[in-house]
Every structure is written in C-alpha cells, then in structure tokens.
C-alpha cells in the first residue's frame, strides 16, 4: 500500500492517509477482505505517530470502509460497496455543480449540457 505524505499541504497529515486509503478502496486497490496493516507498522513505515493512525483507522472505521475485531486485526469492510457507491455520488454531483455553474456562466443551455452528458455517458457505442 502506497501513501504519499505532503508536509507542504493543507490537509493534515491523518486526512491525507484517510482519503488515500479510501481511494485505494474505491478503485478497487484495496479489495473486501483485504488484511489492513496494524496500526504500529503503518504508523512505522509511514513515520506518523501512532496517534495519527488510530485516527486514521477510526475514520475509516466510522466511515464503513474497514472493520476490527479484538485479535483479528483490522479488514477491508464487505459493507464498503455501499459506501463506495455514496462516495462516488457525491464526486458525481460535485462536478456536475461545478459543470452546470460553468454552462450557466457562459450561456450554454440545459438541453446543450445534456446533450454533452448522453454524448460522454453512451461513448463509442
């Protein structure tokens, strides 16, 4: 598992692991079942505290892409489906706002930006 760490970002150091690990998640690097590492070697081979990690694994935890067990150690969550599909919505509609806002902008009309979408969303087919 790859995490990149930016000491130049805004976003603290746990929020970057958080979100990388759910990308990885999301796209499918990481699969349901999956062992994650323990909270003392991610913290390790990433050089965080291991405070940073417990909160890294909590979001994570609160958030349905992994789950713990005492002695079992810590998996990608069977549940995430669900959650990575609520994610992904809300990336959706994220960029769509930011489409619809720039089509507005510009004067392009509605049925033009729908157009667009049925054009990218059917492809080459």
Request: hydrophobic fraction near 35%.
């Amino acid at each position: 598992m790859e995490i990149i760490i930016s000491t130049g970002s805004d976003k603290p150091i746990y929020e970057q692991i958080t979100s990388q690990i759910k990308e990885l998640i999301m796209t499918g690097g990481l699969q349901t079942g999956d062992a994650m590492p323990s909270i003392r070697t991610l913290a390790k081979s990433l050089h965080v505290s291991i405070i940073t990690i417990r909160r890294v694994y909590e979001d994570l935890q609160r958030d349905g892409f992994i789950e713990s067990g005492v002695g079992r150690g810590t998996f990608v969550s069977a549940r995430n489906k669900d959650v990575i599909q609520e994610e992904q919505q809300r990336k959706l509609e994220a960029l769509l706002l930011e489409a619809t806002e720039l089509a507005r902008q510009n004067g392009i009309d509605i049925d033009s930006v729908k157009g667009l979408i049925d054009l990218f969303y059917e492809g080459d087919e």
